[in-house]
């Protein structure tokens, strides 16, 4: 049929034309954007997906620049720490050097006790000035906040890690079932019947005694307290109000690391000795071995050494020295605030979250109530080492303690380091790469499939042009019906 109002096969062309030259512009479009996906419509299932895939890419982005940032805080903790160690290194030697009576003159000791001034001085300065970003890191700014602490009951503590989460504040409930003992050996009389000579050993070292028939307790107590600090031994009445009911040779330290053995040497007489539990024995020497504390701290038992409670748990994480005194008990306190927290994966939930406490090294911290604080061995404070040996020898248990506590601190930030912040900058980086490579999946251009269509669709464009000249000229074939 040959019509020439409506030229059909022009408008087939026209239709095949456009269509050909949509498909050019998308291909041009990916080509030059590198893109798959420009637009919802290129692909609404894969433009979904790449964007939670791109959203989580940069969550887990920052999740690494977050942990190397704490990386960065933590080298700086670490090198203010490592020169107070050295600082008290030094103190602790030159509190030997005091301690050498004999060999130092009084001007020495004090150009000693000068230079120990100066370096609790720099140590609490450290303290006061180590910073990242404005953030100071060992003055205690970092360390949690706690409520409700009875001291008659908890010694010393510190809170290591806690997950708050949603909570206001973290209850902490101490429940003590067994509590921790001095190792003990017991004479039940008031005075020895046997001339004896006794070898008495504890933790520390080791001490030889003798005592002749019709020694008192009093006595055969002074004796032993004399040598105390040489053996680790003390001796004490098994009842204040009745001194005549016997003594008892007594570990100074309390736990299953501490012990008294008493040996009678040859040529001793004989002597009957009494663990606190009434058994004894017929043989040349008797030992007793210290308790340690069990409890249950927030639920969870906690077998303790000595007087020490430490627990680990993932919302939990602290360690505290039971009173003396306190016996079998409970005590109940919180943890309301404070602490490092760094995030450390791409959601904010307290599974990607850790808490960190940073004590503070200042000198009058640096210590414990029962031996004394690091701001007591200075001049003119309680244990100035220059005033007596017995100065001399507390100002070096609490420099040995504070060294203690620098160091497990050190230990705490270098473990967090290495086990926590670096594992988890490796596990993200492998995470990242395989999301990153998902997301290119669905989204970026395939160059070679891209160009390839590129190149049909410039063809069918070429192609269309030409047809649509062809059905335009067609018509003009009637001419030649009318024309003849």
Do not use: W
Request: net charge negative; with cysteine; glycine share 8%.
């Amino acid at each position: 049929m040959a019509r020439i109002n409506t030229n059909v096969p022009a408008i087939v062309a026209q239709r095949a034309l456009r269509q050909s030259q949509r498909e050019l512009q998308v291909s041009l479009e990916r080509l030059s954007s590198g893109l798959r996906i420009n637009r919802g419509a290129d692909d609404p299932a894969g433009l979904i997906s790449s964007e939670l895939l791109r959203a989580e890419i940069s969550g887990i982005q920052k999740s690494i620049s977050n942990s190397q940032r704490a990386i960065n805080i933590i080298a700086t903790a670490e090198a203010s720490l490592n020169e107070v160690a050295s600082l008290l290194t030094d103190i602790q030697g030159l509190i030997v050097e005091i301690a050498n009576d004999a060999a130092m003159s009084e001007d020495e000791k004090q150009a000693n006790q000068l230079q120990i001034n100066s370096a609790i001085e720099s140590i609490t300065r450290i303290a006061n000035t180590a910073s990242f970003a404005g953030r100071k890191l060992l003055n205690g700014e970092l360390d949690y906040v706690t409520s409700g602490v009875d001291p008659t009951m908890i010694g010393t503590y510190a809170i290591h890690r806690c997950q708050f989460g949603t909570a206001s504040y973290i209850p902490v409930d101490v429940a003590v079932t067994v509590s921790a003992q001095h190792a003990q050996l017991q004479i039940r009389n008031s005075a020895i019947t046997n001339t004896i000579n006794v070898e008495i050993r504890g933790s520390i070292g080791t001490t030889v005694l003798s005592f002749t028939s019709g020694t008192s307790v009093t006595d055969i107590m002074a004796a032993v307290n004399r040598e105390s600090q040489a053996s680790g031994i003390e001796a004490v009445y098994l009842n204040d109000a009745n001194p005549a009911s016997g003594m008892a040779f007594q570990s100074i330290g309390f736990g299953s690391d501490e012990f008294v053995e008493v040996t009678l040497l040859p040529g001793s007489g004989a002597l009957t000795l009494y663990r606190p539990d009434g058994t004894t024995q017929s043989s040349s020497t008797m030992r007793s071995i210290g308790r340690d504390a069990i409890a249950s701290i927030n639920g969870a038992q906690v077998i303790g050494r000595g007087l020490e409670l430490n627990l680990q748990t993932r919302t939990l994480e602290l360690s505290l020295t039971l009173d003396k005194n306190f016996g079998i008990g409970s005590t109940t306190f919180a943890v309301t605030g404070g602490g490092a927290l760094f995030q450390l994966g791409p959601d904010v939930n307290t599974n990607q979250q850790v808490n960190l406490g940073i004590q503070s090294v200042a000198a009058s911290r640096l210590g414990n109530p029962l031996i004394g604080y690091l701001s007591q061995v200075m001049s003119s404070q309680a244990f100035d080492p220059t005033r007596s040996l017995s100065n001399a020898n507390y100002a070096s248990q609490i420099v040995n303690e504070a060294n203690r506590q620098v160091s497990v601190l050190r230990g705490r930030l270098g473990a967090f380091e290495r086990n926590t912040l670096q594992t988890n900058i490796r596990s993200l980086e492998v995470t990242m790469e395989n999301l990153i490579s998902s997301e290119s999946a669905i989204r970026d251009a395939d160059f070679a499939y891209e160009t390839s269509r590129l190149t049909r669709n410039q063809i069918l464009v070429s192609a269309g042009t030409s047809v649509l000249a062809l059905a335009n000229s067609s018509s003009q074939n009637v001419l030649a019906l009318l024309g003849g």
